[in-house]
């Protein structure tokens, strides 16, 4: 039987993980189940931030110095609407809106998201498989002292430096996987949870109903990378979000939250003290350099991941 990895993704980190496991292992061995909880309405467009950065690292296009977006995009678009007076909080790129235009237009014509999600990597030569968690919304929402955001308005208009009293996943409990992510987990060889934020990334995937049970009953070893090194986050706010979820901002706080259902955590060489408490939780530790600082890393990352989990 052909092996599979099937990794769970959000944005940045996971597309620096993704692009060293292609590079290890055959890409078409690789299933991405990618975070949804991002999506949002910007001039009418859905934009889907975690499938683009996803899809644009595997395709070779991403913007690495922002982590989002298309390399050498420009935004003439973006001035133009501003010219108009719209909001341009949000910076959609020329060559980026036509992957926006594309989605809106397909999913107005009836197509659901994998399809369309489909249709993209194909068109961009991404042989690895990508599969929104649900193709019925699912939208983080952040409670702060003056009301509740969507995910993009506290994450990119707010710059995340608002206080965060809780985080919620609408529409989540209605929502059911999209077609072949649960039969994608139960066939797995290995599944991976990427270094993604676990509140913001991770944590909308698994308040889809039948996600969490499937890496549960999977015969497959679950192993998660820790975003989380020295007691703070790689990058972004995981580290509030953690702490409004009443978790500790470290690698045992990212064990404790997966702990139903993970069998092994990579953490960082700097987070080696930690490996006893975390083997206490009936979690195997591996201790491992996580930083992706290039593609070396990345690669390296990957390998010892492969590696621990052919063991
Ligand atoms: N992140 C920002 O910090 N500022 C932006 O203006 C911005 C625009 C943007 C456009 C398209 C896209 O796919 C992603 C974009 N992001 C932007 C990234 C995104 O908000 C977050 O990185 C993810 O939602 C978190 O994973």
């Known amino acids: 039987m052909k092996s599979i990895i099937v990794a769970l993704a959000g944005g940045t980190g996971a597309a620096k993980f993704l692009r060293g496991l292609v590079a290890v292992v ?3 061995q690789v299933a991405v189940i990618v975070n949804t909880g991002d999506d949002a309405l910007v001039w009418g467009l859905h934009v889907s931030p975690d499938l683009d950065t996803v899809t644009y690292a595997l395709a070779g296009l991403l913007d690495e110095a922002k982590g989002w977006g298309v390399r050498d995009d420009t935004f003439r678009c973006l001035a133009a609407m501003a010219a108009l007076g719209r909001e341009t909080w949000f910076n959609l790129g020329d060559r980026d809106l036509g992957t926006h235009l594309f989605r809106t237009e397909r999913l107005a014509a009836g197509r659901s998201l994998t399809e369309v999600t489909e249709a993209i990597r194909r068109a961009l030569g ?3 498989r990508l599969l929104p968690a649900s193709d019925s919304p699912v939208a983080t929402r952040v409670l702060t002292p003056g009301g509740w955001l969507g995910f993009q308005e506290y994450f990119v ?3 995340a430096r608002v206080e965060v009293l809780d985080v919620a996943y609408g529409g989540a409990e209605t929502a059911s996987p999209a077609p072949g992510v649960l039969e994608a987990i139960h066939a797995a060889t290995a599944v991976v949870i990427c270094p993604s934020n676990p509140i913001t990334s991770i944590g909308p995937i698994l308040a889809v109903p039948g996600i969490a049970e499937a890496l549960a009953s ?5 192993l998660a990378i820790s975003p989380i090194v020295g007691g703070a986050p790689v990058s972004g706010p995981a580290g509030k ?7 500790p901002v470290s690698a045992l706080g990212v064990a404790q939250l997966y702990r ?3 069998d092994v955590l990579a953490l960082d060489r700097q987070d080696e003290r930690l490996a006893p408490d975390v083997a206490a939780l009936g979690i195997a530790p591996l201790v491992t350099g996580t930083l992706m600082t290039d593609r070396r890393a990345e690669a390296a990352l990957a390998r010892a991941v492969v590696d621990r989990l052919a063991s």
Request: net charge positive; aromatic share 4%.
């Open 26 to 28: 055959p890409p078409e």
């Open 126 to 128: 991404v042989r690895s």
């Open 157 to 159: 208009r707010e710059k």
């Open 218 to 222: 999977t015969p497959a070893r679950v």
């Open 241 to 247: 979000l953690m702490a409004a979820k009443g978790l």
């Open 260 to 262: 139903p259902w993970l």
